[in-house]
């Protein structure tokens, strides 16, 4: 078993920058595929971005690419997601996920391991 607990929460402006974390502990991460994934009250979670647990392959969505960025640290056992030029519309809730031995994929039905979620609120 995998517990991920993310953080980095927080409320930013518009333009501005965060960087949400997610630790693991119970396994090491090194033989997970890792992904971000965010929802919005009375939507379905949406895939945001991906890495393979090699590291060698990485995947956005088309509204965060250039913007976000996923990378894995695994001494630390640890993901991040560094988010760049934000906008209000990135305004949701933001979990983690792992895949063992995953090739990084967007569907979320492909994870079977989640955080309990981190907010991350933009204004205008």
């Known amino acids: 078993q995998v517990q991920l607990v993310e953080s980095g929460e927080g409320l930013v402006q518009a333009g501005g920058s965060l960087r949400l974390s997610c630790a693991a502990s119970?396994?090491?991460?090194?033989?997970?595929?890792m992904g971000w994934f965010r929802q919005i009250p009375g939507k379905q979670r949406e895939f945001v971005a991906a890495m393979s647990w090699t590291g060698a392959r990485t995947y956005y969505a088309d509204s965060v690419k250039g913007r976000f960025t996923i990378s894995r640290d695994n001494a630390k056992n640890t993901v991040y997601l560094q988010m760049n030029s934000l906008k209000p519309e990135d305004t949701a809730v933001y979990y983690c996920?792992?895949?063992?031995?995953?090739?990084?994929?967007?569907?979320?039905?492909?994870?079977?391991?989640w955080g309990q979620g981190t907010q991350v609120t933009v204004s205008s």
């Open positions: 119970g396994r090491a991460l090194s033989t997970y595929a």
């Open positions: 996920a792992a895949d063992r031995l995953g090739g990084g994929t967007v569907h979320v039905s492909a994870y079977a391991y």
